[in-house]
């Protein structure tokens, strides 16, 4: 069958191309330059003798648009083929040809365009265009990868409703999406319906499983499968790693004979997430030959877990080799060089982000607001946010959390202000970023308001960094009474960054009651950080109370250590030593003894030793001192008017004391002699 043609007015050369590469798919029309080529004829053509064939033009638009399609399908289409492509759609009036429509919705899948497939979808079901399975799969796909569950929930009706919910294709497309989307319950129904399961199939339900971390099931479905491919065994290494169970994934790892990169590239982020680096560098030298995933991965790797300079390094190693620069690449070396501040190395990254090594995407652009923040450069940071054109709640908490750190609490409100009115709903750490602005800047009241827009609008429940915001916004406006009250009533009495806070602001404002109670929540919580210590001993340094401390150099603090109640003469300390350096701990330890909070206590005692005191010791009365012991490791020491008021025979006896806190004797380091500060 030839086109129509008129052997007169239409060039032999044009008749001939158009017939023959057209409708026999002559192999003259191998390349896109000759099929533009062909519709340059075929436009002049129509233009020249538009009075003899007016409708040639469109009649032979939809051939060649058709063969377009076939000449670059996917994977080979690009963004200018898809262009063109379009252009010829344009100009076709009321196209009915579904091969076109479904070719052009699957174009935009391969390019990632999802929004424009939904789109295609949608004017093809206004045109009253039957779709095909092919339709179907393509459009069922874009729901999978953006993820679109209410438009795929919505295309598998249209599906039932067509009859084609027994085509395999469309079946596995189901599945897939339903899949990816994180609902496993509905691709599992599908999943039960198909008849003629193939690998594919198998391989997506598992996938399913393993993006929520339902590895019971996907390794069920995983022993049931009659055949595996490397693809199956990479999705269940990759479940496992994902999922932080790194055994699991070396053992089905070590098992698999065909490994490729995504494999490698799934143990190596595994081992990165779990914080083992050596593991993770192990397997990326085991890799035969590096892609650019492989170093990506790498170097997330080193900057997620604080390797920070050598991630930079791995980075530069890229670069050197001439590697692609991909997103997980540049965002693991932006976040490397944040970790350690270096303005150099930022304006590099920066460099070459502008010289387009990487796209500019939205994870790089939120990586940069936290560099820039991190290095001074707040105007940066605002100008990478607005010239986003997609944000997310991360964006704006990093902004948000930017503009706070710099002391711009107006601005870092208000731009949470536009976040709610943009539809962004922001999270834990958006609202430690509001809270933290409140606090540098007094405003009290706007940060209580926001704390409580947070519990009971939002529905978040607080941190213990939220609560630590609060104490600091109370403590920093003189509030420390209110910020103590806050604690009891709301407050997580055993989070150090609470009481700290609380600590830092007694010491601004000489509270040394506050003080004194809040140091001893974080010896019990903290022992072994001297920040407490520090900060305490600059309290009492300020208050001039080192005199008794000035004796006494380059002991050990005993802990954790108990005092009983000294109306009952009964002391408990336990023998566990920790070094500390400044001898100014035992001047406030000593300061703090008479605050330890009373708590009865049973303890089985035996007497270790009984000691006679003169009589002007103890008020002009005959009285001894036992040193009791106890099974823990507890030394008790007890004052009594008779030496027959315990029994010296040694056996165990129940005693009932009231044991303090911690942190209420210490050792000279050279004679270990306890000591008791009363």
Known sequence: MKFPCSGSSVPQQLCHLLSSSLHHHNHYLRTLLHLKQTHTLLLKFSTTHSHHHPLSYHLLLPRLLSQLLLLQSPPAATADTLRYALNLFDEIPNCRNEFIWSSLIRYNVVLDKFKESFVLYAQMQRKGVSPSGFTFSSVLNACARFPAILEGREINAKVVQTGFLGNKVVQTALLDMYAKCGFVREARDVFDRMVDRDVIAWTAMICGYTKKCMMEEARLLFCNMGRRNVVSWTTMVAGYANCGDMEAAK????????????????????YGKCGNVMEARRVFDEIPKH???????????????????????????????????NEVAMVGAISACTQLVDTDTAATLVNHVDQGCCCRSLYVSNALIHLHSKCGNLDEAVKEFNRMNEKDVVSYTALITALGDHGKAKRALQLFSKMQKDDITPNQVTFIGVLNACSFAGLVEDGCRYFELMTRVYRIKPLNEHYACIIDLLGRAGLLGKAYTFIKRNGNASDAKIWSSLLASCKVHGDEELAKIAAIHLFEIEPENTETYVLLASIYAAMNKWDDAERHENLTVIFPCSISNVEQGITVMKQQLLEMGNCRVLCLLKLLNSYWEMKLEKALVKIVKVEEKPSKDWGGESAYRYLLADGEGFLATKNCYS??????????????????????????????????LQ
């Open 251 to 270: 053992e089905l790892y070590d098992e698999m004979e065909e490994k490729n990169l995504i494999t490698w590239v799934a143990m190596v982020a595994g």
């Open 291 to 325: 892609d650019a995933s492989s170093w990506a991965a790498m170097v997330a790797c080193y900057a997620q877990n604080g390797y920070a300079k050598e991630a930079i390094d791995m980075y530069k190693e890229m670069r050197k080799q001439n590697v692609i620069i």
């Open 643 to 676: 030496n027959k008021e315990w029994d010296k025979s040694g056996h165990e006896k129940e005693l009932e004391i009231s044991i303090r806190a911690k942190y209420n004797a210490w050792v000279t380091r050279e004679k270990e002699t306890y000591m008791i």
